[in-house]
Every structure is written in structure tokens, then in C-alpha cells.
């Protein structure tokens, strides 16, 4: 279960905050909206090197390319479609 707490609260008794950040997040508030997260390191560097992680689409087999090719999105999600098409415009 992850600790939600105030900024002043955090502020107050940060060590202690800190201890439980090794056990699970801590998300911290500020005028009742979560601002920051407070984790551990490792856990840090555990979603660093996840987000730095590339597959070479080189790397794909005839049976992933063929997946991909003929993959269709679920009815559900068509408005990321539009997002897309959105972003690219706003691009060009």
C-alpha cells in the first residue's frame, strides 16, 4: 500500500519518510494534489534502466513484423488515434 502524505508532514519528519520510501513510494502532496513521489534508489535505478532500454526493429522475426503488419487496435481506444493524427499535425 503506498503512503500518501502532506509536503509538511514530509517537511517535519523527513527521515522517517525516507525509511518508508525504502519499503514502498511515498507519494507527497501539496494543496491536496499529489506533486512527487519519494522511492528508493534502487528502485530508481530500476526504472532508468527500463526506460533506456531499445529493441532494434532489425531485431524483429518474420512472425513479429507479420503481427505488427496485421495487428488492429481495439475499438475502445480509436481516440488515440485522433491523438496521433493531433500530434502529427501540430508537427508538420
Known amino acids: 500500500m ?3 502524505v502532506t509536503a ?3 517537511s517535519k519528519n523527513f527521515g522517517a519518510f525516507q525509511d518508508a520510501a525504502v519499503r ?3 507519494i507527497i ?3 491536496g494534489r499529489p506533486r512527487t513521489v519519494l522511492i528508493a534508489y534502487e ?3 530500476r526504472l532508468m534502466r527500463r526506460e533506456r532500454r531499445v ?3 532489425t531485431a524483429l522475426g518474420d ?3 507479420i503481427a505488427v503488419e496485421t495487428s488492429e487496435m481495439d475499438p475502445g481506444l480509436d481516440h488515440l488515434n485522433a491523438e496521433l493524427l493531433t500530434d502529427k499535425n501540430a508537427a508538420d
Open 8 to 10: 509538511a508532514a514530509v
Open 29 to 31: 502532496t501539496k494543496n
Open 55 to 57: 529493441d532494434l526493429t
Open 2 to 4: 503506498t503512503a500518501t
Open 43 to 45: 528502485d530508481y535505478l
Open 63 to 65: 512472425a513479429d513484423i
Open 24 to 26: 514502498e513510494p511515498v
